[in-house]
């Protein structure tokens, strides 16, 4: 058993995401949270459906502030997605970390494009199957998959690219 599962908290963890989740903002309030020096009031984002609420940090405020302007009352219906980034730091150390950001309304990758995309930035079709294996994946689903293989794409280049159009058919590897 993990130790998430042992002792479960009510705040997002990056243990909670296996793969990038899309949420929408449903409200941002203020609370009194039991920190280690006493209690403190933390900004939270609460979220539709079965989505743990966050305790929001000032880099994640902040690329909300860049994506849907600086009255988080503008965000109240905003999709976002969340994911792990392993490059946060606390305390001088790499920890990995919660991280949102906007969803462009987009179309997804169909296969040969995903692959045409990750050439781009060196990555082959083999190095592409196994980075999807590593994500849990079995199958290619352009709707569903396109977004982690931005995230494969961004964490080798820093480039963000949007996908070009494509088809919702799923293509086992």
Known sequence: M???QM???NWLAKEDITHPI???IKAVTQEEIKGESGNETKNILHFNGD????ILNRTNAEFLVAAFGDDS???????VEIYVDPNVMFGGKRIGGVRVRAVQQQTAWTWPQAIAECAKVGINEQQLKDALKQAGLSAYNAQR?????QRIIDEVSGVALGPPGGDNGEIPF
Do not use: E, I
Request: proline content about 8%; overall charge positive.
């Open 2 to 4: 993990k130790m998430n």
């Open 73 to 79: 009352d503008h965000w109240l219906g905003k999709t």
């Open 22 to 24: 899309r949420a929408t």
């Open 51 to 54: 989505v743990k609420q966050m």
């Open 7 to 9: 002792f479960p908290s």
């Open 145 to 149: 998959d396109t977004p982690t293989v």
